[in-house]
Nanobody, 124 residues
Framework: QVQLAESGGGSVQSGGSLRLRCAASGGDSYYFCMAWFRQAPGKEREGVAFIRKDGDTNYADSVKGRFTISQNNAKPTAYLQMNSLKPEETATYYC??????????????????WGPGTQVTVTS
């Protein structure tokens, strides 16, 4: 059973930066990909960034050039460096773990394992 634990959330002013971390335990042998999603109150969960074990990445258009996803394959861990944060990006950020290939990285149904989430608040 894979367990995920996010950390690094907090409150930051508009234009500031945060670095999120997601550590996976119990899934070393079948790690394939990880992704970050976010969900604001009253809105659907949306994909933010994706990284595959081989290093391939994808980003939501709204974060390209500002967010960077990276990983440590040795102990499946994903990071999300978020720069130039905006107030509208206030949300709970979730980490997702994939144990097989995904066709649509931003589709929540593609992932079997989720972390509890970490709150990111961007103040204006």
């Amino acid at each position: 059973q894979v367990q995920l634990a996010e950390s690094g959330g907090g409150s930051v002013q508009s234009g500031g930066s945060l670095r999120l971390r997601c550590a996976a335990s119990g899934g070393d042998s079948y790690y394939f990909c990880m992704a970050w999603f976010r969900q604001a109150p009253g809105k659907e969960r949306e994909g933010v960034a994706f990284i595959r074990k081989d290093g391939d990445t994808n980003y939501a258009d709204s974060v390209k050039g500002r967010f960077t996803i990276s990983q440590n394959n040795a102990k499946p861990t994903a990071y999300l460096q978020m720069n130039s944060l905006k107030p509208e990006e206030t949300a709970t950020y979730y980490c997702a773990f994939g144990d097989s290939g995904v066709e649509i990285w931003g589709d929540t149904d593609e992932y079997h394992y989720w972390g509890p989430g970490t709150q990111v608040t961007v103040t204006s």
